[in-house]
């Protein structure tokens, strides 16, 4: 059972638009929550991560909006450029243990 | 990818073998990770170290197992290789106390069983 959702499986957005992908989580004890960039024959790269005592992080263009009570939080790419092109993942994990569970992943074309 | 390599890049093998991939990295971080990733299910963790002979199963440990004789290295060992373990097969390291949760990862090995 896939303890992290993500949607959408794709996403084509128009260069100059906001990409948003959404992830919601089942366990309260998750207290950390990282997002991944990775482009083809890549591995994941470390994007912006966020911690539940905050309800937004902002690191340029990117965003992380976080919601408790919902158990979601979801990634803004502002001005999406076509180099924004890759799969995303979101992820959980917890202070107690080093299992960190990722979303399916969301593809993502920015179109010029 | 942050001082991280694994090796073999590519591997292709027949089912029934034993297959080892490596992971070796040059930041001296406390802990390494094996992930695999399949189409659907994003990376699912197989195996862990948080420490020289220190390791623990992650979400699908079963097939697998792990070696950590050194702190740059990290090996991942598939007993009898099946079909289905047919993947890409990434390390992530990460270092130890606030950093502890920021992995990172190496260029990933694929693999196929035939």
């Known amino acids: 059972q896939q303890q992290v959702k993500q949607s959408p499986q794709s996403l084509i957005v128009q260069k100059g638009g906001i990409s948003i992908i959404n992830c919601a989580y089942e366990?309260?004890?998750?207290?950390?929550f990282p997002w991944y960039q990775q482009f083809p024959g890549k591995g994941p790269a470390l994007l912006i991560a966020?911690?539940?005592?905050?309800s937004e992080k902002k690191e340029g263009r990117f965003t992380i909006s976080f919601n408790k009570s919902a158990k979601q939080f979801s990634l803004h790419i502002m001005d999406s450029q076509p180099g924004d092109s890759a799969t995303y993942f979101c992820?959980?994990?917890?202070?107690?243990?080093?299992?960190?569970?990722f979303g399916a992943g969301t593809r993502l074309t920015v179109k010029p | 990818d942050a001082g991280i390599t694994q090796s073999p890049r590519h591997k292709v093998t027949e089912t029934g073998t034993p297959v080892t991939l490596r992971c070796h990295q040059t930041?001296?971080?406390?802990?390494m990770y094996w992930y695999r990733q399949d189409p659907g299910h994003g990376l699912r963790l197989i195996h862990y170290?948080?420490?020289?002979?220190?390791?623990d199963k992650g979400e699908v440990s079963d097939g697998y197992s792990v070696s950590r004789s050194k702190t740059e290295d990290f090996l991942l060992t598939l007993e009898s290789a099946t079909s289905s373990q047919t993947s890409v097969y990434f390390c992530?390291?990460?270092?130890?106390?606030?950093?502890?949760?920021?992995?990172?990862f190496g260029p990933g090995t694929r693999l196929t069983v035939t």
């Open positions: 992530a390291i990460s270092n130890s106390g606030g950093k502890r949760y920021e992995q990172y």
């Open positions: 930041e001296n971080h406390r802990y």
């Open positions: 170290s948080y420490g020289v002979k220190d390791t």
């Open positions: 966020i911690r539940p005592d905050v």
């Open positions: 992820a959980a994990s917890m202070s107690n243990n080093n299992d960190m569970r």
């Open positions: 366990n309260t004890a998750f207290d950390y």
